[in-house]
T-cell receptor
Framework: EPEVTQTPSHQVTQMGQEVILRCVPISNHLYFYWYRQILGQKVEFLVSFYNNEISEKSEIFDDQFSVERPDGSNFTLKIRSTKLEDSAMYFC???????????FGNGTRLTVT | GDSVTQMEGPVTLSEEAFLTINCTYTATGYPSLFWYVQYPGEGLQLLLKATKADDKGSNKGFEATYRKETTSFHLEKGSVQVSDSAVYFCALRGNNDMRFGAGTRLTVKP
């Protein structure tokens, strides 16, 4: 059973629309991450989030993306004006401290048409 | 920056064959090393880990030893099963986010 729950499991959207992907931890954690995996390709880091602030982001994480923890529980990734190349699996992860493993959710498959 | 290079697949083996998936890394400092497995249609699951040089991680018959002198963390299993068919990712973690290799797809045939 994954330690974070992601919803929805699959989202289909039209190009130019906004999507919000959600991540809910089973227990209360401070460190969260979003990763992306384009079909059949590498798992890529997007952003890390600690104590309600972005702590690090990759070059992929441009102004189109944003993250927040609106209610102190759910952790969301928003993609504004989606593009075809945003189609991918998006994984949320949490951990306890540096050098520890990340624990991933089952992912949200985003399809942009 | 930190990076991971792993053997590109796909790898196809017969059941009970010996498996090796090579992984080497580049990092400053002393990262922790991990192998993750992704079964079809599922997310990433931690398979095993090693946090310092000469540590051996093991799980479900898989093993990997943290070799600082060769900057390697090769994954091995003595006798693979059909149920081991999946994509395997080598990863490292220093002080910040986790870096993944490109993944190696393993198919085990009966």
């Amino acid at each position: 059973e994954p330690e974070v729950t992601q919803t929805p499991s699959h989202q289909v959207t039209q190009m130019g629309q906004e999507v919000i992907l959600r991540c809910v931890p089973i227990s209360n954690h401070l460190y969260f991450y979003w990763y992306r995996q384009i079909l059949g390709q590498k798992v890529e880091f997007l952003v890390s989030f600690y104590n309600n602030e972005i702590s690090e982001k990759s070059e992929i994480f441009d102004d189109q993306f944003s993250v927040e923890r609106p209610d102190g529980s759910n952790f969301t990734l928003k993609i504004r004006s989606t593009k075809l190349e945003d189609s991918a699996m998006y994984f949320c992860a949490r951990d306890d401290r540096n050098n520890s493993p990340l624990h991933f959710g089952n992912g949200t498959r985003l399809t942009v048409t | 920056g930190d990076s991971v290079t792993q053997m590109e697949g796909p790898v196809t083996l017969s059941e009970e064959a010996f498996l090796t998936i090579n992984c080497t890394y580049t990092a400053t400092g002393y990262p922790s090393l991990f192998w993750y497995v992704q079964y079809p249609g599922e997310g990433l699951q931690l398979l095993l880990k090693a946090t310092k040089a000469d540590d051996k991680g093991s799980n479900k018959g898989f093993e990997a030893t943290y070799r600082k002198e060769t900057t390697s963390f090769h994954l091995e299993k003595g006798s693979v099963q059909v149920s081991d068919s999946a994509v395997y990712f080598c990863a490292l973690r220093g002080n910040n986010d986790m870096r993944f290799g490109a993944g190696t797809r393993l198919t085990v045939k009966p």
